[in-house]
């Protein structure tokens, strides 16, 4: 009998960049006795380079190799490998705490259970770090915090533990016992395994405390990706299904899995299938037939699914009463998902008990008989959101107040054409609306006459309701609201298939060869201000490159492009000054500090040239006069957001490379127009 106490098992493809700290973090492990099992699926980057160079000095680490068939097969691979008494499974680009094998290990083995959860942190955007239960319900689940149970006690409710295999401990025997293997395909392959465990094992224990590290947001996470093969995410459910029935318990929880299931089928349609396009609709298809199918066979799990979500239960509904191209509401150029904007039902808590009615229904239950308010409904939340504005700004019957949503790039564009916006809606006394100080700051560069402002800050669920109920322009009590950036303006297809300010001028029926843009002011205190800032981290402003990696909603960029852009500039003998608005990993060569807008812009007039993700600061940046290298890193960004549609741009001065299709040769080709440029420009090291 083999010594190794517990199997890690890693799945690893192409993670050269997070591979090192995962692989620390099992070295640095309380609990030694431990194997750890790397499985290469095919990588094509240094990843095994860095797994061998592991290996070499951890005699813990094996490596074995496969061609790419993805994580479940490479799991699968691992399992057969395993000889540890407990199985453990790492993704790698993930971490562990480094006292999370003790802490499992010993909870298992006290408890002589199955298997043990404990919870997960999210890595969200910006490194936040947000601590999950390990399941959906923590008022309903309290009383199974450090508990044993299994499928008996807990019945339907065992489905409601999360899926992740790695936020748990196995007894490899009950594993094999049972024969529970990963599904070999490309995605959700994760399914059919956790289910198998929460139904066959006979004990399970719960720690409900943080020790897995889970990076959300990674590029190229499988659960960013899933959209694209939805199939998988198909064959995963009735893989699932298959497997479950097979089991003595299935019986006494069937319902309760139809239901789960039901819900996974509409999230991923909710958040993977938001426009309509042909592709999504043997998805949509298929939903439509698997709800009916209950409906018909197993109705109390539709009723199971009404008293879990309401939301989904009513989405579940409107599919089966629409076939696929009426789901969506709309004109064609507008389509969007009826439950997005058509929710009937909500789900409210009190003091631990959820109410299922309708929304109207709760609110009188609530005012009532309780006496007290647990959430306002959306249009009290509006006339009072309305009202503190009002409050704020000196208005009068016929007054129009003008909403900006929180948008720097169209921030930009606004302050700009505003003095046309304002002649033809015949404004007398200019009345706005502003998410942010920067919106402000960056309004009054472009747009220097007298107005009235209020800076009312809300959250984006907030956005879409004020949104959604004013949309365009709405009257109240005689006074004309106007959402100049609608948050229904940016689903439309139009957008994803026209420039952003082409559309935009016909929103506004505006004459496009009109709007010149102006160049922005700034004052000489200013500036002094931000060259006292440059020179005090040390930057060279005679000889320096103003750097952008990240834009608002894009904070996920490669470091590995990065660091290359960084060495690449430095060698041509320029300081480089990065702009970010997270703690990215900056090299130390690399000078930063804290920037407002108008600073910004300052700085960057001041250097060499400007490499940046497009954002909207880049936007604002357009008419500098020196170089600039602008990447566009998603589907389309480049057609909707190019600069080179706005007014006063020196297209000879603006490169833009398109990373979400050209992520191979765009560095070659950024250090080609930047040599290029050298020798045109006579840009060169300072002496």
Not at 349 to 365: A, H, M, R, W
Not at 673 to 679: E, M, P
Request: hydrophobic share 35%.
């Amino acid at each position: 009998m083999s010594d190794i106490k517990v199997s890690i098992i890693l799945p690893v493809y192409n993670v050269e960049n997070y591979i090192t700290q995962c692989l620390q973090c099992l070295i640095a492990q309380t609990f030694n006795n431990i194997e750890i099992i790397c499985v290469d699926d095919e990588s094509t980057d240094n990843t095994m380079k860095i797994l061998r160079d592991f290996a070499s000095r951890d005699k813990r680490i094996k490596i074995y190799t496969q061609r790419h068939q993805f994580a479940g097969s490479a799991r699968n691979l691992g399992l057969e490998k395993a000889v540890g008494e407990y199985v453990m499974f790492l993704d790698p680009d993930d971490y562990f705490d480094i006292t999370m094998v003790e802490k499992l290990y010993n909870k298992i083995n006290f408890d002589n259970t199955d298997v043990t959860l404990c919870g997960i942190y999210y890595v969200l955007k910006n490194n936040v770090i947000k601590y999950i239960n390990p399941y959906y319900d923590t008022i309903l689940y309290n009383q199974f915090d450090n508990a044993v149970f299994s499928v008996k006690e807990i019945k339907n409710d065992i489905w409601k533990f999360h899926v992740y295999p790695v936020n748990k401990i196995y007894r490899r025997s009950f594993l094999n016992k049972y024969d529970i293997k990963f599904q070999e395909i490309e995605n959700t392959n994760d399914a059919s395994f956790a289910f198998q465990v929460l139904i066959n094992a006979t004990r399970i224990s719960l720690l409900n405390e943080g020790f897995y590290y889970y990076r959300f947001y990674r590029p190229n996470n499988t659960r960013l990706t899933k959209g694209k093969n939805l199939q998988a995410v198909i064959d995963a459910y009735e893989e699932s299904y298959n497997k479950c029935s097979k089991s003595e318990n299935f019986k006494n929880v069937k319902d309760g899995f139809l239901s789960i299931i039901s819900q996974a089928y509409i999230w991923h349609f909710s958040n993977y299938c938001k426009t309509e396009i042909p592709e999504n609709e043997f998805y949509y298809n298929h939903i439509r037939k698997f709800l009916k199918k209950i409906k018909c066979d197993s109705p109390n799990a539709l009723q199971l699914l009404k008293e879990d979500n309401l939301f989904l239960y009513n989405t579940a509904e409107n599919i089966m009463k629409y076939d696929y191209h009426n789901y969506y509401v709309g004109n064609k150029s507008n389509k969007i998902l009826k439950n997005e904007y058509s929710q009937k039902y909500h789900k409210l808590k009190l003091f631990g008990i959820t109410l299922y009615k309708e929304k109207s229904e709760v609110d009188v239950f609530i005012k009532k008989v309780l006496g007290i308010i647990i959430r306002k409904e959306p249009k009290i939340f509006i006339k009072n959101y309305i009202n503190d504005i009002i409050s704020c700004l000196s208005c009068t019957k016929g007054d129009t107040i003008y909403f900006f949503n929180d948008h720097l790039g169209e921030t930009y564009i606004y302050s700009n054409i505003i003095k046309y916006l304002i002649k033809k809606d015949s404004i007398q006394n200019l009345k706005i609306v502003f998410q942010t100080e920067a919106q402000l700051n960056l309004f009054k560069m472009f747009y220097h006459h007298p107005f009235e402002y209020t800076i009312k800050k809300s959250s984006r669920i907030e956005r879409i309701l004020i949104s959604n109920y004013l949309f365009n322009k709405k009257q109240y009590n005689g006074i004309r609201l106007c959402i100049l950036m609608p948050d229904k303006f940016w689903r439309t297809k139009s957008i994803r298939k026209n420039h952003i300010y082409n559309e935009i001028l016909k929103s506004l029926k505006l004459n496009k060869p009109k709007c010149i843009f102006s160049y922005p002011k700034y004052s000489i205190s200013t500036q002094k201000a931000v060259i006292k800032k440059a020179l005090d981290i040390g930057l060279n402003l005679q000889n320096f490159i103003f750097v952008t990696p990240e834009a608002q909603s894009i904070t996920n960029t490669d470091e590995a492009f990065w660091d290359e852009i960084y060495n690449f500039i430095k060698k041509k003998g320029f300081d480089i000054f990065i702009n970010s608005i997270s703690e990215i990993r900056k090299p130390l060569f690399a000078k930063h500090c804290s920037l407002t807008v108008e600073e910004a812009f300052i700085l960057a007039e001041m250097s060499k040239g400007i490499v940046g993700i497009r954002s909207g600061l880049i936007d604002v940046f357009s008419q500098i006069k020196v170089p600039k290298y602008i990447i566009y890193n998603d589907e389309n960004r480049i057609l909707r957001n190019s600069i080179l549609y706005l007014p006063n741009v020196q297209n000879d001065l603006t490169k833009e490379y398109d990373f979400y299709r050209d992520n191979i040769k765009i560095l070659k080709d950024i250090k080609q127009d930047f040599n290029k440029d050298l020798n045109k420009l006579n840009l060169h090291k300072q002496d």
